[in-house]
């Protein structure tokens, strides 16, 4: 579905001094440009996007880390104390 109303511009332009030709390739470069504009905003849209994506799979990636580092230590810690108590009661 075109974004602008070709015929619209159409009879617009003739109706102040443009003849058809005129009118007719006027009201085409302008339904062109608002496609291209169109599909460079869409462009842009899915660039962002995919920056965006990346920008959060690597942020996860690091909250990851940090968390199974911390596990890891709450682990290391526990297993530590349970040795420790094990040797006071024997």
Same mark, same amino acid.
């Given at each position: ?8 511009? +159409?009879?617009?332009? %003739? $109706? *102040? &001094?443009? =003849? ?5 390739? #006027? @009201?085409?470069?302008?339904?062109? $440009?608002?496609?291209?504009g169109? %599909? ?6 899915? =660039?962002? =996007?995919? /920056? +965006?994506?990346?920008? !959060? /799979?690597?942020? !996860?990636?690091?909250? #990851?880390?940090? +968390?199974? !580092? /911390?596990?890891? &230590?709450?682990?290391? &810690?526990? *297993?530590g !104390? @349970? *040795?420790?108590? #094990? /040797?006071?009661?024997?």
């Open positions: 579905m075109p974004i602008t109303r070709e015929l619209e511009n +159409l009879e617009k332009l %003739e $109706s *102040v &001094g443009f =003849n058809h030709e005129q009118a007719k390739t #006027l @009201a085409d470069v302008i339904e062109k $440009s608002h496609v291209d169109q %599909e460079s905003l869409k462009e842009f849209i899915h =660039n962002e =996007n995919t /920056k +965006l994506e990346l920008n !959060i /799979k690597a942020t !996860i990636r690091r909250e #990851l880390k940090d +968390l199974l !580092i /911390k596990i890891f &230590g709450i682990i290391v &810690g526990t *297993v !104390i @349970a *040795v420790t108590i #094990l /040797k006071l009661f024997p």
